[in-house]
């Protein structure tokens, strides 16, 4: 039932294998000490390619994961063998950050991959309440501009953060998200931004860590004490929000009521139903080189099709499951934290205030955010006395740049992420919000700019009100400013 793999074009001149090799393993495979050989490991990847599976994509993060893609690239191209596409990822701590940073970042991948251009270096930000995020996006254009970078990718960025990248003239081809039959957020607002704006999902944790296959299949849940795969430690966490055990088993049984009709496996007809997403590029599938792989069984995706009788059931069962909350790439910025430690542990240290606080003698704490009106018009951009805190009119300014470009919701998103990177430098949050007050230039924009409000503070209702105004800056559409008073503990 096999044939020759698909391929999705990236870009007019970037084409990828529809399954993508995942190299996250290495890491796993390097816990607690343990090395990876990494010729061996590089010599693993060699059947992958030589079937039609030639991407592959990996981290900064993943281990040697790097090192190892760089010598089989090196050996590949010493045998004269064809070309491959070796995708990574770049993941700054949050804070502070440097144009050198960012050069420093991505000369250091291509040392490691052994190779003058990445193809795709996709960009992980912790933190959007610190526009330094953005800062990374800009200076990553510039190298990809210079010819050090193909294209430019991001990893579990939510849709009004994609949006707002876009907005502000950030070359965007691709945004890897959790995506499968468990985990299906990135099926809404995502994939109709992706559609809008011509971005491709590239999606992982597809197979749920390998928990979505055969193997699982009337078996009982895996003890929690019992050591795992860092994956499955994580996609436990998501069963757990979906339903739990049971329902993932009845999701199970109809997976291979639908495999049983097409004579495939669990995993083929759980990846195809993802790869038949229409922003959907590939999905990727994780493997622990020299250890076991399923290329035989990848290669099966694209012998079938989906009738629309399974898509039916498949959709029945999906919709038996209660949604994983939230958006895109929550699960590393809010709980419920769907990592493998159940937290950021293991990823982050600390997470460092967006801006520096100034204490007055009189008590006063202030804010500035170093924007040049702050200069001129001699104030800050909050003070807190007290339990009070004050937050001057806000514009989508970010140094000398105007973020989101001319999109009034844009503008607004990133003006309510820079008041929440205030109140948090302050003690406190967007939760502690009793008062705002929006001002539009164009009375037309007050529907997308209350929609964008209403998004971020539907749970909160602080008191409201939006009028129009002539704001002083002509590429500004919107400013906010607002008022919190803190409770003793923040929500």
């Known amino acids: 039932m096999s044939k020759a793999i698909d391929r999705c074009q990236l870009a007019p001149d970037f084409s990828i294998s529809r399954v993508l090799t995942g ?20 010599s693993a990847m060699a059947p992958y390619a030589d079937l039609g599976l030639t991407t592959f994509d990996m981290a900064d993060h993943y281990g040697s994961a790097e090192e190892i893609a760089g010598h089989f690239l090196e050996s590949r191209r010493r045998a004269g063998g064809g070309a491959v596409e070796l995708l990574t990822k770049w993941v700054p701590k949050p804070g502070a950050l440097s144009r050198d940073d960012v050069r420093e970042a991505v000369e250091r991948a291509l040392r490691r991959l052994r190779t003058d251009r990445i193809d795709l270096l996709q960009y992980h930000a912790w933190n959007y309440a610190d526009a330094r995020w953005l800062d990374g996006l800009f200076w990553l254009q510039e190298l990809k501009h210079e010819g050090l970078i193909r294209h430019l990718g991001v990893t579990n960025l939510d849709t009004r953060h994609l949006s707002m990248a876009l907005a502000s003239g950030i070359e965007i081809v691709s945004n890897q998200v959790s995506f499968s039959l468990v985990d299906q957020r990135a099926r809404g607002a995502m994939s109709g931004l992706c559609a809008e704006h011509g971005v491709k999902l590239l999606a992982f944790g597809t197979l749920a860590g390998g928990l979505l296959t055969d193997r ?25 929000v979906v339903g739990g055990w049971s329902r993932f088993q009845r999701l199970l049984t109809v997976l291979r009521k639908v495999g049983d009709r097409h004579q495939v496996s669990i995993a083929n007809v759980a990846c195809r139903a993802i790869l038949d997403q229409p922003a959907v590029a590939g999905v990727i599938i994780g493997a622990r080189l020299g250890e076991r792989h399923h290329r035989d069984d990848a290669a099966r995706l694209f012998g079938f099709s989906l009738d629309e009788e399974s898509r039916d059931a498949i959709d029945r069962a999906v919709a038996e499951l209660e949604p994983v909350p939230g958006d895109c790439g929550d699960e590393y910025r809010k709980p419920p934290f769907l990592t493998a430690s159940g937290d950021l542990s293991h990823h982050l240290d600390s997470m460092p205030p967006a801006f520096d606080v100034t204490e007055r003698p009189d008590g006063r704490k202030l804010v500035l955010s170093g924007t040049s009106w702050e200069t001129l018009a001699g104030y800050c951009r909050a003070v807190r006395h007290g339990d009070r805190i004050l937050v001057s009119g806000t514009t989508a300014t970010h140094g000398d740049r105007v973020i989101g470009g001319d999109d009034p919701a844009a503008q607004t998103h990133f003006i309510i992420d820079k008041i929440e990177g205030t109140l948090h430098s302050l003690g406190a949050g967007l939760c502690d919000i009793v008062r705002t007050r929006v001002f539009v230039r164009d009375l037309d924009d007050w529907e997308p700019v209350a929609r964008a409000h209403g998004e971020r503070f539907a749970d909160i209702q602080p008191a409201n009100t939006l009028v129009q105004a002539g704001l002083v800056g002509a590429p500004y559409r919107v400013e906010v400013e607002a008022e919190a008073i803190v409770r003793d503990t923040m929500a």
């Open 23 to 42: 190299l996250w393993q290495i890491a796993d495979m390097e816990r607690d000490g343990a090395t990876v050989d990494t010729a061996a490991a590089a």
């Open 216 to 240: 699982w299949l009337g078996k009982p849940e895996p003890d929690a004490a019992a050591p795992a795969t860092w994956s499955q430690m994580k996609y436990r966490r998501f069963i757990d």
